[in-house]
């Protein structure tokens, strides 16, 4: 079995963390990768020396039998999926950031991790991920697990006419407009008052940026369907966010939105529940009096 390390720099590594995670894949005869900019701060931070041959930088190469290990927040684990060389390797999340409900496991017990992953007791989500497509530039990275967010970069309101497949469900006027996945509902989706949805549901969530009308609402939609936005900027700065990267679109831009063929196949390390999750990240049911 070949683990696939990624991380960034930003990550505030923790020294003891990684020589623990090393010392497992060691001890558990485990093959590894890991990309370049994490292999810096492991030699920086710790006496480890990662071997030329087990460096990649733009996409490690895929082998018979992986796992992605992501270590850091959920942002570090959305940069990883990126550069997945195939959708049927799973993703397992390890978490030193600060909410984390993509990388559930909490770094406690890594040891523990990698020996389930070694002896194939991890359980696995298929989670829909999100294809944009039309007048933006990404096609060399289509695909989004959170959220697709078109939103105003200046001070004027921008106004974001929606369709679902022929149907027209509102023009937007405002901020802009989140169109997010299951998975990205407890994300940028529930900052601007989405619902929190169970990541198995067949669904997508659109809502509304500060929108000038107070009667729209985030609207819940079958996964089965197209989205189509249409801008209309007045000229003002306008951005389009898919996870983590951020792109300009102009002024009568028409982008389309999709359910991806290829799901991401995400792992949940101690065999938790969504609602496990949400009950600890949350504090449901803590009383703070």
Known sequence: ??????????????PEQIVEMFRAIDKLGLDYSVNEDFALSI???TDINIPAEKLYTYGPKATDN?????YGGDG??????QLLPSRDIPVVGINCGRLGYLTADDGSGIVELFERIAEGKIGYQRRDMLRISGD???????????????HRGGATMISVETYVDDNCIATYHGDGLVVSTPTGSTAYSLSAGGPIVDPMCNCLILSPLAPHNLTMRPVVVPNNITITLRLIS???????SADNRTYRIKDGAMITIERAPEPLILATPHNNTFYDTLREKMMWGVDNR
């Open 1 to 14: 079995m070949n683990i696939i390390l990624f991380s960034r720099k930003q990550v505030n590594h923790r």
């Open 76 to 81: 570090t684990l959305l940069e990883a999926v």
């Open 234 to 240: 007045r000229g003002s700065d306008v951005l389009l």
């Open 136 to 150: 933006v530039e990404c096609q060399d990275n289509p695909l989004v697990l959170n959220e697709v967010a078109v």
């Open 43 to 45: 030699e920086q931070l």
């Open 66 to 70: 992986d796992v992605m290990v992501t």
